[in-house]
């Protein structure tokens, strides 16, 4: 059977991170946890050491902010099992069912990745447009290993990157609803200016993966990459 190895990423997320690493290391279904900590300048690396404790689980600490995109390729790179799920650490109500429902279809080879869509947002899943950009995935890792340098580079684009790369390979990507889970805007983290700041780099880097990944389109185009929603 395959084993799965939890990755999460977290920068600057104090208020949340022990939660999300307790709820991910109460989930039988997970072999391995891997935290970065990427460049944090708040009280997570404290966190993270303090958990060390009494949870195993590989640390990974950037003196400086790296970017998600590189967070995530290096998790998935000290990575030991075949499924890798990626949990955002700034998540509330987090459970083990949520990791389940990640991770059973790929156990099934139901499809190639999961999308996990928090139902306690801002916008409604059925009319989202960001819905693709969900930061709760799972995979398997010799799927994502190709483009792991890629990801370095894409910082905010990361998920942008993996899902036209899926696309492009032809790959069975499902949606599932996590209920009740939890994930905050920006607006809900900081004041409405520097929402909307963060919110036109983001874009910047996402345009900029795009453009540098356009074949990837092109190749999806060809294939007709299949979307199973759920």
Known sequence: MKKVSAIICAYNEESTLKDVILSVSEAIIV??????????????????????????????????????????AVGAEYATFDI???????????????????????????????????????????????????????????????????????????????????????KTVKYVMLENLKHPTKFDKTNTKQAMKEFAKEGQQIALTVFKNFDLITSSIKNGARNIIK
């Open 31 to 72: 072999n391995e946890i891997i935290v970065v900590n990427d460049g944090s300048s708040d009280n997570t690396e404290n966190i993270i050491n303090e958990l060390k404790k009494e949870i195993d689980l590989t640390d990974i600490h950037f003196k400086e902010n790296k970017g998600k995109g590189y967070a995530m």
């Open 84 to 170: 890798l799920v990626f949990v955002d650490a700034d998540l509330s109500n987090i459970t083990t069912k949520h990791i389940t429902q990640l991770i059973n279809p790929l156990l099934s080879e139901d499809a190639d990745m999961l999308l996990g869509q928090a139902t306690e947002t801002l916008i409604n899943y059925n009319i989202n447009p960001f819905k693709s950009f969900t930061g709760q995935r799972a995979l398997y890792k010799n799927d994502l290993m190709p483009i792991i340098d890629k990801m370095k580079n894409s910082r905010f684009g990361v998920e942008t990157l993996i899902n036209l790369y899926y696309q492009s390979q032809g």
